[in-house]
């Protein structure tokens, strides 16, 4: 398993922007697509954004599309998430996560992502 720690989280009015970033260390991360996710109070964990291994693939859920940006720097073992134009409902504790399998496709199920960070809190006031 890889060790991941987000930073970057904090409160922000709406339609301000935030960025995200993942250190990772442990097994080798360049070989493994990452994953962003989400979970606001009383909801359920929910995709947000994931990159290939090698950062040429990206998805996204579609209510953060234009609007968040995911991206990886492989020599510092870290992933970011550039978040803009911020909205209440944005709000939730922000995960990242490495997939499984090295050199697979990114994909949105949270299943196949066996390391996860301890989150960190993004706030959206309204």
């Known amino acids: 398993q890889v060790q991941l720690v987000e930073s970057g989280g904090g409160l922000v009015q709406a339609g301000g922007s935030l960025r995200l970033s993942c250190a990772a260390s442990?097994?080798?991360?360049?070989?493994?697509?990452m994953g962003w996710f989400r979970q606001a109070p009383g909801k359920e964990r929910e995709f947000v954004a994931g990159?290939?291994?090698?950062?040429?693939?990206?998805i996204y859920t579609d209510s953060v599309k234009g609007r968040f940006a995911i991206s990886r720097d492989n020599a510092k073992n870290t992933v970011y998430l550039q978040m803009n134009s911020l909205k209440f409902e944005d709000t939730a504790v922000y995960y990242c996560?490495?997939?499984?399998?090295?050199?697979?496709?990114?994909?949105?199920?949270?299943?196949?992502?066996?390391?996860w960070g301890q989150g960190t809190q993004v706030t959206v006031s309204s």
């Open positions: 996560a490495s997939k499984r399998r090295q050199f697979a496709a990114v994909v949105t199920t949270a299943v196949e992502y066996d390391s």
């Open positions: 442990g097994r080798t991360f360049s070989r493994n697509p």
């Open positions: 990159i290939s291994w090698s950062g040429d693939n990206t």
